[in-house]
């Protein structure tokens, strides 16, 4: 267990922590209770960063909701309000690393919009659960509660445009009547992506049990140079471009690293055949007229993105054979541009990766062919791919289309490769499990996330139509693929 510092060591932040505001409210039906809301400014002077310009792929994300992910970690050995403490400044300290996140959004008089970073705050939330146990919402085999997870956030399906009044980031620490507690963080998601998220919440952590921070890089080198601006008519912010009451089931979905080596090797496998059909797709495989098959190895997590989207099509029995279906991967650009930008870049450097194919073509081809396009799309999707849709946005800006409209479509977010666990120790252990709130959830909308064991497994957190994901959970060629994680046995 990693060293956590004394909590009357980090009280010198006390000056940039306002007092807490008790909160007078009954309990809601989660069991989850707010106590108290505190203001938290960033420690030691004004910061002297500036007006930092929201890029062609911030600003496209102000229609989307805030980022909300937590961890659940074990029950802490300290005192509940020495936990407090040391959380509230360490928050402070870090919050003075990333001034961006205690900032504001400010629409400049040319309409373009920027993070003013004037140490405006942000909100920690101190919550208690005392009726409910780490087992509540760790359910194998079940749906995600979304009723209780709802409640270990605040800010709850806030719209990104709405930082410009409202805290870019907010906080809740909540503490189950086991003693295991749930640090919840929102988001704004035109100010990060996943990668800039997840690089604070490490941050914070390692700053609770003493470690050095890796710094983010603040320059607007993403496209920095863009004059194109999104205008909003008489200050009224864009609405979420789904409808967020539309019914779905959430479940998460636990690929063992055993059940992703064979797929990978699935996918890399060979036609079967030694006749002709083999001879002709190895001709084809490199024949660079054919790109949609010059590729290198699939990787494991395109394998699997692949037999989910065979997987899902399959469940939605109302797609018409001829209908195209499209698989979207978010894609982290800084190391795909050239020249390339900083791994700390701080910010949104994603694009959304399309790899379409029609129905028909799913059901009557393998795995190994549907792998090969995404590997092909993906593959492709180098520095003059980004600066193409770059341009073409700049030429015709507009929010970023979430969505499904013809409900055929799979939107894989998050990365296997973010270090949620990884880094993630405030000093007690390592946490138990990733969860997310509502933000931004729609049928075919799915989310990435790393196995905690660390063995190559995976976890994906899937959003589905009710009777879409009924039908997958009979699909017995993908669920031989799912097994319950070790530490939820």
């Known amino acids: 267990m ?108 040319d309409d373009r919009v920027v993070i003013r970073c004037n140490d405006a705050g942000v909100e920690f939330y101190h919550a208690v659960a005392p009726a409910l146990s780490l087992d509540d919402f760790l359910v194998p085999n079940a749906d995600v509660p979304t009723k209780l997870t709802k409640d270990l956030f605040p800010m709850d399906r806030t719209v990104s445009y709405d930082g410009h009044r409202r805290p870019l980031t907010s906080f809740q620490l909540t503490v189950l009547g086991d003693g295991a507690v749930f640090i919840g963080v929102v988001a704004n998601h035109a100010v990060v992506d996943g990668t800039s998220f997840w690089h604070f919440y490490n941050t914070w952590a390692g700053l609770c049990r003493g470690a050095s921070p890796k710094l983010p890089d603040f320059r607007r080198n993403f496209f920095g140079e863009s004059t194109a601006v999104l205008r909003f008519p008489g200050g009224v912010g864009p609405a979420v471009t789904f409808d967020p009451d539309a019914p779905v089931r959430e479940r998460i979905f636990h690929f063992s690293g055993d059940a992703i080596r064979e797929l990978k090797a699935m996918a890399n496998r060979r036609s079967p055949s030694a006749g002709q059909d083999a001879e002709v797709y190895g001709k084809m495989a490199h024949d660079p007229k054919n790109p949609q098959l010059v590729r290198g190895e699939i990787s494991s997590f395109q394998s699997l993105c692949a037999q989910i989207w065979i997987s899902t099509t399959r469940a939605r029995k109302r797609l018409a054979a001829d209908a195209t279906t499209t698989l979207r991967l978010a894609v982290n650009c800084r190391h795909r541009l050239r020249p390339a930008v900083s791994a700390a870049y701080f910010g949104n450097a994603i694009q959304s990766a399309p790899t379409t194919a029609t129905v028909a073509e799913l059901a009557s081809n393998d795995l190994r062919w549907a792998a090969s396009k995404l590997n092909a799309s993906l593959a492709a999707y180098g520095d003059d791919a980004i600066r193409g849709v770059a341009a073409a946005w700049q030429a015709a800006p507009r929010c970023f289309p979430l969505g499904n409209p013809d409900g055929a479509v799979v939107t894989m977010g ?60 009979r699909d017995e060629e993908f669920m031989q693929y799912v097994s319950c994680p070790s530490h939820l046995l």
């Open 414 to 473: 998050s990365s296997n490769r973010f270090p949620m666990y990884e880094g993630n120790d405030f000093g007690w252990g390592r946490p138990l499990a990733v969860r997310s709130g509502r933000a931004n959830k729609f049928d075919g909308k799915m989310s990435a996330f790393p196995g905690r064991a660390g063995d190559g497994s995976v976890d994906i957190e899937v959003c589905l139509a009710p009777d879409t994901m009924a039908a997958l959970l």
């Open 2 to 109: 990693a060293q956590m510092l004394p909590a009357m060591t980090m009280l010198d932040a006390a000056s940039a922590i306002m007092p807490k505001q008790p909160i007078c409210v009954e309990a809601p039906a989660s069991g989850i209770t707010v106590l108290s809301r505190q203001p938290v400014r960033p420690d030691g002077p004004p910061s002297v960063i500036g007006d930092l310009t929201l890029s062609v792929s911030d600003l496209p994300m102000l229609s989307c909701h805030y980022i909300q992910k937590g961890l659940f970690f074990p029950a802490p050995d300290v005192p509940m309000a020495s936990l407090v403490s040391l959380l509230v400044s360490t928050l402070s300290r870090a919050l003075a690393i990333f001034p961006a996140l205690a900032g504001r959004l400010v629409t400049l008089p």
